[in-house]
């Protein structure tokens, strides 16, 4: 007959998920996205001038719909703002038994799977990730999308050597 046991854990024995050591984003994906959120919020900053202040009479062009549409470029500059302080929060860890994802600024998120979990690794490229040499990391779990997170803006040599430990360690266990 097993031993059926259900012992309490001391708490205070467990490392805490605040002394992780969080491995940065790289430099090259923090840049990129402040260019490309800031060249899309000044893209639309300049449509909406040329709507408010075009060679027409105001009268054609409501000036409730200029209000509203002020908003599209407002919110794409909150979104810079946010990114240019957000994005340094970004990191990730790899530990012996688990790969973990921190995100967020105002409500830091911290996600982390048990490697033991994780069913299926991909790596995704898109030109622009692929002209500056980054990857982002898709790991699959059981229990559907929930289960699923990314690691965006890693070095493609990074997500690379995560994705063969991850299918190492699987292989092992």
């Known amino acids: 007959m097993r031993d059926l046991s259900n012992d309490e854990i001391d708490l205070t024995t467990l490392s805490a998920h605040e002394s992780i050591n969080f491995i940065p984003m790289s430099g090259k994906y923090v840049l990129v996205r402040r260019v490309l959120l800031g060249a899309i919020a000044?893209?639309?900053w300049v449509l909406w001038a040329f709507?408010?202040?075009?060679p027409w009479p105001m009268d054609i062009i409501a000036p409730s719909i200029l209000n509203i549409a002020f908003t599209i470029p407002c919110l794409a500059s909150l979104s810079l703002v946010y990114a240019i302080f957000a994005d340094p929060?970004?990191?990730?860890?790899?530990?012996e038994h688990d790969l973990?994802?921190?995100?967020?600024?105002?409500?830091?998120?911290?996600?982390?799977?048990p490697l033991t979990r994780?069913?299926?690794v991909e790596i995704n490229r898109g030109p622009l990730q692929r002209r500056y040499g980054l990857a982002e990391l898709r790991a699959y779990s059981a229990g559907g999308q929930a289960?699923?997170?990314?690691?965006?803006?890693?070095?493609h040599r990074d997500a690379r050597?995560?994705?063969e430990f991850i299918v190492?360690?699987?292989?092992?266990?």
């Open 147 to 155: 289960s699923t997170f990314a690691i965006p803006g890693l070095s």
């Open 100 to 113: 973990s994802y921190r995100s967020g600024l105002f409500f830091l998120h911290t996600l982390t799977q």
């Open 168 to 173: 190492a360690h699987k292989t092992s266990h």
């Open 161 to 163: 050597q995560l994705r």
């Open 89 to 95: 929060r970004k990191g990730y860890a790899l530990r």
């Open 51 to 54: 709507a408010a202040f075009g």
């Open 42 to 44: 000044l893209s639309l």
């Open 118 to 120: 994780i069913q299926h």
